[in-house]
């Protein structure tokens, strides 16, 4: 079968492999890929900065935001052949840590988790791959290639899961306005779900063309590009912070509003050091009882409160997240940054 | 009566003057006090930094962590004659906000309160004083003066309160181990709660000598002076900062363990500009799942929580808690700062 592997650690290692089908210990159910989408995690891995092959390997095959149809599984598993299925990434390790003992490897503790595609373990990109059933999504067929942004969706629906637990130290909390900086995918499915929510939607990009804006306004969202005017006339009970920019970190936690919360969720790159009054800071934090937290990856809860967001989500819109479909053969394309990307995917089926 | 008043920013302006016994239209319950506690926010009024009078008056009675015995109160009010009681600080404004409407003024997000003895209202600092049954604490009679700890506990009872419901966004969340920076009466509380609750207690002060490092060991506590090893063999699952230094501060951002806590419940003075790699700490706290909060304040609930902490405490150590107990003729003793001060309290009845 054709898969698309790298060397990690080796930029321009990557190429589409022929490579054996995957083998039985992977999993019982066999999938047939349809799509596997690209994220900034891809990229690093691809460009030699990231990434780790399975043990005793050289070469590891990438993808973790898959989309297939299942061909083969055994009886009684919960899946049937012509499913539509999503793989989850991370997998605990056998020894677990509290966390992952719990099902909760999103937080696991100590590092020892695996992640197909990225740690460890081959992921999606090849035209079949196996799985175990407890890491397989079953979703609503009528999202098609579609659920390939489920992966993206589960990462935001931890997000506002946590954000919806922390909100409850306090009785009274009932937030209505949610601020997302980064109109990425991450981003727009953070401001899907809050839209969904009931909340009013404000994304922040620098972009002042493309697709973004127009995705933020088919929401009932405001957009503002390029920053936040000083005198903005809402306060956000929710910041979700999706580009790791350190201005924009530094921005939000600014801008968070008494017993808000202040969600981060994109991973800066590089080295930003920033002249900070942390006195100042701390004390703002202390007499308004903000609250900052982190969120990465997502666990099976999660991806189901993903596979509700995008059933019920408008199909028309969900596609036009999607901003190019490129066949596995020119692989190579979909790392090429577009003016108006915002989800790129391989299309196994083109 | 005798009252300890200021006039709110004018430094020096403190003086112990003889008043009107209190307003009927301050409460119905009437309380001649024992003992009010001193606290940084004390000073800080009585240095003029601080503090508003009640409208339309030049002079504020101060003192806002209290404990008395109850002289007169309505029937069926919950209160009798010869209770002991504390009165709560906090009060919201009569248009609340809704955090303040369900009961929650500590978390108030329009910062209309008033408060006792610092905001708008008189405190505690007089012979008597009058309050409303809904704001006062009946305490477990054999605390007596220790009573005057029930506000600083409900403070760090709330801070607990937090982590645990933020704790709570995992259902693996099982502390067993918390660190707290600074052992002052803040500290010392919250490394109290942290005991009763079962966990492995750390406090770090930068003290080497005087009351604390023993009031931490007999805790069943470990004492760390001036700063922690950079080898320490515990991972703290929660870190509560007292401090309010900016370089601790950040000491426990960059000590906290994945998915681990740090709730900030100290107030930082002054200006304090540092150097960060705000790329660095986002990208650690959304990698490990970290969660940072702002704590200030109490509403009953936590003076409820905090009541039953001093209660099932070891008398003993609480006492050792106040170092120093200055009659009311003497005040300004109390604002001396001598280097085995924990809690200083004015005694009312020396």
């Given at each position: 079968m054709r898969a698309l592997t790298v060397m990690p650690g080796r930029a321009g290692s990557a190429r589409l492999d022929e490579t054996p089908d995957p083998a039985a210990d992977e999993g019982p159910v066999l999938v047939r890929t349809l799509a596997v989408g690209i994220c900034g995690t891809d990229v690093?891995?691809?460009?030699?900065?990231?990434?780790?092959?399975?043990?005793?390997?050289?070469?590891?095959?990438?993808?973790?935001?898959?989309?297939?149809r299942v061909e083969d599984a055994p009886a009684n598993c919960g899946l049937s052949t012509g499913d539509l299925v999503?793989?989850?990434?991370?997998?605990?390790?056998?020894?677990?840590?509290?966390?992952?003992?719990?099902?909760?490897?999103?937080?696991?503790?100590?590092?020892?988790?695996?992640?197909?595609?990225?740690?460890?373990?081959?992921?999606?990109?090849?035209?079949?791959f196996r799985i175990e059933p407890a890491f397989a999504l079953r979703i609503d067929p009528s999202l098609?290639?579609?659920?390939?942004?489920?992966?993206?969706?589960?990462?935001?629906?931890?997000?506002?899961?946590?954000?919806?637990?922390?909100?409850?130290r306090s009785g009274a909390w009932a937030p209505r306005t949610v601020l997302v900086t980064g109109a990425g995918p991450i981003g727009l499915l953070a401001a899907l779900i809050g839209q969904q929510r009931g909340l009013e939607v404000h994304v922040m990009d620098r972009v002042t063309s493309g697709p973004k804006p127009q995705l933020v306004r088919d929401l009932g969202g405001t957009y503002h590009a390029g920053h936040l005017p000083d005198d903005i006339d809402f306060a956000p009970d929710v910041i979700i912070e999706c580009t790791g920019a350190p201005s924009v970190v530094l921005d939000a936690l600014n801008?968070?509003?008494?017993?808000?919360?202040?969600?981060?969720?994109?991973?800066?790159?590089?080295?930003?050091?920033?002249?900070?009054?942390?006195?100042?800071?701390?004390?703002?934090?202390?007499?308004?009882?903000?609250?900052?937290?982190?969120?990465?990856?997502?666990?099976?809860?999660?991806?189901?409160?993903?596979?509700?967001?995008?059933?019920?989500?408008?199909?028309?819109?969900?596609?036009?997240?999607?901003?190019?479909?490129?066949?596995?053969?020119?692989?190579?394309?979909?790392?090429?940054?577009?003016?108006?990307?915002?989800?790129?995917?391989?299309?196994?089926?083109?």
């Open positions: 690093e891995i691809v460009s030699g900065r990231y990434g780790w092959a399975p043990p005793g390997q050289d070469r590891l095959i990438i993808g973790h935001e898959s989309v297939g999503v793989g989850i990434v991370r997998r605990p390790d056998p020894v677990p840590c509290r966390y992952c003992a719990a099902g909760e490897w999103d937080m696991c503790a100590n590092g020892r988790y695996s992640e197909r595609g990225i740690k460890e373990l081959n992921g999606y990109a090849s035209d079949r098609g290639l579609l659920g390939v942004l489920l992966e993206p969706a589960s990462v935001v629906a931890k997000a506002w899961d946590h954000v919806e637990r922390i909100g409850s801008r968070n509003t008494p017993s808000g919360i202040v969600c981060l969720a994109g991973i800066s790159s590089g080295q930003h050091r920033i002249h900070l009054d942390v006195g100042v800071l701390n004390k703002s934090m202390v007499l308004e009882n903000d609250a900052v937290f982190g969120s990465v990856n997502a666990n099976r809860r999660h991806y189901e409160i993903a596979a509700e967001v995008l059933a019920k989500a408008d199909k028309d819109w969900l596609s036009r997240l999607i901003s190019r479909r490129v066949p596995l053969t020119h692989w190579a394309e979909a790392f090429d940054r577009h003016p108006d990307d915002v989800k790129v995917v391989l299309d196994f089926t083109l």
